[in-house]
């Protein structure tokens, strides 16, 4: 899978697991020419909503193991990996779309994540039913990703 790939590949090269989110944007960015600023942050949105990594204040951790990703010779991850939305902004979206400033939704969603110890998915469930809004596409995909059948 090329996401996690472009994930692991920042992490493998320094031999961390846990890294500040502006140096994963520069390695992905400026060191491998992968992505563009904001490309790189885009795919952060998409590797956080699948689990392959997860916010920890003003940093990165890993969702994989590194080391046991493979990075072929000459890979360039497909600019399609950042286009998806993820189920985070999925939910995020419709929280907007019904009202909800967006700042206050991801300070909202962030707040019940760290408070119910689960997924970036499954708290903007959670965020968004308590606010009114329905997703149950969303629902299903957090689900799935919980079970692991993604």
Known sequence: MSLEVAVAAPFRQRGV???AENEFVVALSLDRDWFSPDQA???IDV???RGLLERDGDHL???VEPDEVTIP???VPDEEIIQERSPFEQALA???DDGMQKQDAVAGINSLQSDLGVTI???AVVFARRNG???PQIATQARDALAGEE
Do not use: P
Request: without cysteine; glycine residues 8%; hydrophobic residues 50%.
């Open 61 to 63: 951790v890993v969702g």
């Open 133 to 135: 809004v329905d997703v």
């Open 73 to 75: 010779e000459n890979f």
């Open 17 to 19: 697991d846990r890294m």
């Open 47 to 49: 590797a956080t909503g």
């Open 94 to 96: 419709a929280l907007v």
């Open 121 to 123: 998915e499954t708290a």
């Open 41 to 43: 942050k885009r795919l």
